[in-house]
């Protein structure tokens, strides 16, 4: 008798689990999680472009500074 039920519940918890993985890979779900990382995806790649040519603006100045290079817009004409 309790191997039964034991049986019986291993099915009932093994159909359930089943069931949210099925509804998981609806499509609605599937898309609206592909779009949610891309989304994602695309906000750290906004985050590091913009630090990235922060980083590179201050560097310029640096180099520009250093070098003695301030005007250098009018010396290339």
Same mark, same amino acid.
């Given at each position: ?6 049986? *019986? =519940? *291993? +099915? ?23 779009? /949610? +990382? ?8 906004? /985050? ?5 040519? +922060? ?12 070098? +003695? ?5 009018? =010396?290339?004409?």
């Amino acid at each position: 008798m309790i191997r039964r039920l034991f049986y *019986l =519940s *291993l +099915g009932a918890f093994l159909a359930f689990w089943v069931m949210r993985r099925l509804q998981a890979l609806h499509p609605d779900h599937v898309a609206r999680r592909t779009a /949610d +990382g891309a989304a994602g995806m695309l906000r750290r790649v906004r /985050d590091f472009t913009s630090d990235a040519f +922060g980083e590179a603006a201050e560097r310029e100045t640096e180099l520009r500074a250093r070098f +003695g290079l301030d005007n250098a817009e009018d =010396s290339n004409r």
